[in-house]
């Protein structure tokens, strides 16, 4: 409950904070902290400190500018602190969270006279597993192939200079130089030198390994029992969700949770629950896992019970092999439909219906792969007991090296059956159907499948495992509404419908920026006659002088504008594409410093997460509204099933979406309360259409400049 006391508490904390930074108070930032404390101070506990009422929920629209990361802070740590949950701040992207970390609480702590204390929690994935790093050196030294294991398809091979880099790790490690952090790593580290030294919770033999009290992983771990605001990420939470909640991260019950950049969380959960696998290269997996059980029981035999579930392994394994090789040849039927079809990537089953010649393959691949992760299941169970059996005649080295192996192995069986779980059972007639879709990929020259299924929407999932199993949350970001309502987020989110929702105003002047329609502008949707005309107006649009980002919405216009482009223009655009998004703004930057004009061309990605206040940016092009790729299976799907309900999928769907993405392109331009320039749209539909003027009105207030 918001007490008086704890009202005072946080009234003082941000007066305090204030003038301790010699800051003035911001209306939309008062407003949030207020709308905030209302929602979470209206939590009502029973005995056992669990929520008993519902419109825990706080969801905020607050605009860069708005001082979003300190509106939520002050009043959430407060509130948690007074009623013993723990505080999760949860993000999208590492940059925020290091903000966060490094930036944002430790000036709170300074400056607000609340007294709490704080950590970072990232998953397994992000740590070195300090095991792994020292059979990789020894192996390598004993002249054995580091990467003799599982994946010889998909895991890289190494060479010296690899070696030399893991042996500079394992230095930084014991002088101390090194937390075993990738991200505090000196130099960016690519993900196929990272993946073969670190884990996964299938492959860690966890509190048993020889190497627990050095392991990075467990050290950042254990710290966050006694802090009490803990910040991760967005797939960190929903890991732990998938777990049961309280698995990785506290209880859902016992926290209180902030979700920054929230329009990212639908998102992330789609990720995380959807399920794909390969045909061909699978098929490849499990003959090599055949090959080298052998091997492995060479080392571990005697371990438990190990021998009797590993006998019964090769039946297994073939089973799986021999059933998708016999699925393969109708999978290749129906992906070879597209391979003449240059708008599309993939092959979708309408409304998400398997065919029936389909149904009884997939079930048979469901049995198949279940009993295969049934059988590594209870032998990794056998060698986890046999590492704390004392009198187990195996060497432990022996059981803690082949340990991860078989987690391994259960973690792709498991993949698989999941997937083919989701083929073999049709969906709910009364139920969301979900997305499920074949790709053609290259593999080693023939035609591999990827079997793909992903829930079409997440609101579900979340509303079960999140919205309802937690204390209390907040979610906000600068753009979660779309034409105005929340009504997108929250189908997509499935948020509570008795959820507090708000839009704060931003301290922004808005009449400062100018969006223009110009005359040249046509209908982007003929795609040939919108490239020519970008092609022919775009140099006289642009100014060579000042800084200019330009947004498309495909590659293949990007660089057919590009290519076409005069000479004396090319050299003054940075492609994305040439090289990272990174290095392209440090090239942007060094440019406009030295006083060049400098025009960055790029796609979906600059549309948002991109800062460039001031004279880095004094012009955003937009080449078309922002509508989304036809092909995308999952949005098709969803299209779909919105028809088949009798709802009108391009105004409920389409548009919003549209809309929504079409502020964040549009954000990219004021980044400071005292930014101006200019945006230009070269889309005419934006004015000629039904729905362009719907779009149009949901943009903050800019002085327009229409020429019809």
């Known amino acids: 409950m918001l007490t008086d006391q704890l009202k005072q508490q946080i009234q003082r904390a941000y007066s305090q904070f204030l003038e301790s930074k010699g800051m003035k108070s911001r209306y939309g930032q008062k407003l949030m902290i207020a709308e905030i404390a209302r929602t979470l101070g209206a939590i009502t506990l029973d005995d056992e400190n669990r929520r008993t009422n519902s419109g825990h929920v706080c969801v905020v629209e607050a605009g860069t500018g708005t001082g979003k990361t300190v509106a939520y802070l002050l009043p959430a740590i407060a509130i948690a602190k007074a009623m013993g949950k723990k505080l999760v701040v949860s993000t999208a992207t590492v940059a925020l969270q290091e903000q966060i970390v490094h930036k944002d609480l430790p000036e709170l702590l300074r400056h607000s006279g609340l007294a709490f204390n704080f950590a970072l929690a990232k998953g397994r994935g992000r740590y070195l597993c300090l095991s792994k790093l020292d059979n990789l050196l020894n192996e390598y030294e004993s002249g054995m192939n580091p990467t003799r294991a599982l994946y010889e398809d998909e895991l890289p091979s190494i060479n010296a200079q690899a070696i030399k880099l893991y042996q500079s790790m394992m230095d930084a490690l014991a002088g101390n130089r090194w937390n075993g952090e ?33 392991c990075s992983f467990f050290r950042a771990r254990d710290s966050l029992h006694n802090v ?18 309280g698995a990785i991260l506290p209880d859902p019950a016992d926290s209180i949770y902030v979700f920054d950049e929230g329009h990212h969380l639908p998102q992330k959960a789609l990720s995380h629950f959807s399920h794909h696998s390969r045909v061909l290269s699978t098929s490849k997996w499990l003959d090599q896992c055949n090959k080298a059980l052998g091997t492995m029981l060479g080392n571990i035999s005697g371990a438990g019970n190990v021998d009797r579930y590993a006998e019964q392994l090769p039946a297994a394994l073939m089973d799986c092999k021999q059933e998708l090789d016999r699925i393969y040849p109708q999978l290749e039927m129906l992906a070879q439909s ?36 049934e059988l590594l299941s209870k032998m ?39 997937l083919w779980a989701s083929y073999a059972a049709p969906d709910n007639a009364n139920s969301v159907p979900k997305a499920r879709w074949l790709t053609p990929v290259d593999h080693t020259g023939s035609m591999d499948i990827e079997v793909c299924s992903s829930p079409i929407l997440a609101a579900r999932t979340l509303e079960y495992s999140l919205w309802e199993k937690c204390c209390g949350a907040v979610v906000t970001s600068a753009t979660i509404t779309a034409l105005g309502r929340f009504d997108r987020y929250r189908m997509r989110a499935g948020t509570p419908a008795d959820g507090n929702y708000q839009v704060v105003p931003s301290p922004f002047d808005f009449s400062r920026a100018t969006l223009e329609i110009p005359a040249c502008a046509v209908d982007a949707s003929n795609a040939d006659v919108h490239t020519l005309s970008l092609i022919e107006h775009l140099p006289a649009l642009l100014d060579k002088d000042e800084a200019t980002l330009v947004l498309f919405a495909s590659r293949r216009q990007m660089l057919d504008v590009y290519e076409e482009l005069p000479e004396s223009w090319r050299e003054r655009i940075l ?23 400098s025009v960055l061309f790029g ?106």
């Not at 009490?228 to 909640?245: E, M, P």
């Not at 003449?340 to 398997?354: E, L, T, W």
Request: charged share 25%; with cysteine; hydrophobic share 35%.
């Open 182 to 214: 990738r991200d505090t790593w000196p130099q960016a580290l690519e993900q196929n030198e990272w993946q073969i030294i670190t884990t996964d919770h299938r492959q860690c033999t966890g509190r048993r390994c020889s190497n627990v009290s050095s």
């Open 228 to 245: 009490d605001c803990i910040v991760t990420n967005h797939d960190l939470v929903l890991a732990d969700l998938a777990l049961g909640g």
């Open 338 to 373: 597209i391979a003449f079809d240059d708008r599309q990537s993939h092959y979708r089953f309408p409304n998400g219906v398997i065919p029936q010649e389909l149904l009884i393959p997939a079930v048979e691949l469901q049995r198949s792969f279940s009993r295969l992760s």
């Open 380 to 418: 990794s169970d056998e060698l986890s007991d046999a590492m704390e059996d004392p009198h187990c005649p195996i060497p432990k080295i022996d059981l803690e090296n082949h340990f991860p192996v078989v987690g391994t192995w259960q973690a792709r069986a498991e993949a698989n059956r999941e």
């Open 575 to 597: 492609l994305q594409g040439d090289s990272s998004k990174q290095e392209m703004l440090v090239q942007h930057r060094k440019r406009i410093d030295a006083g060049e004009g």
């Open 603 to 708: 796609l979906a990605s600059f549309a948002e997460g991109v800062d460039l206040p001031g004279d880095y940016c004094r012009h955003v092009v937009i080449a078309k509204l922002p509508f989304a790729v036809p092909d995308d299976p999952i949005e098709a799907s969803l299209s779909e099933w919105v028809e088949a309900r009798g709802g009108n999928p391009f105004m409920e769907i389409t548009v919003p979406d549209a809309s929504l993405k079409l502020v964040q392109a549009c954000g990219r331009l004021l980044r400071t309360e005292t930014d101006t320039g200019k945006i230009t749209l070269l889309d005419r539909r934006i004015i000629t259409k039904r729905y362009g003027k719907a779009i149009l009105n949901s943009l903050p207030p800019f002085t327009q400049v229409v020429h019809r």
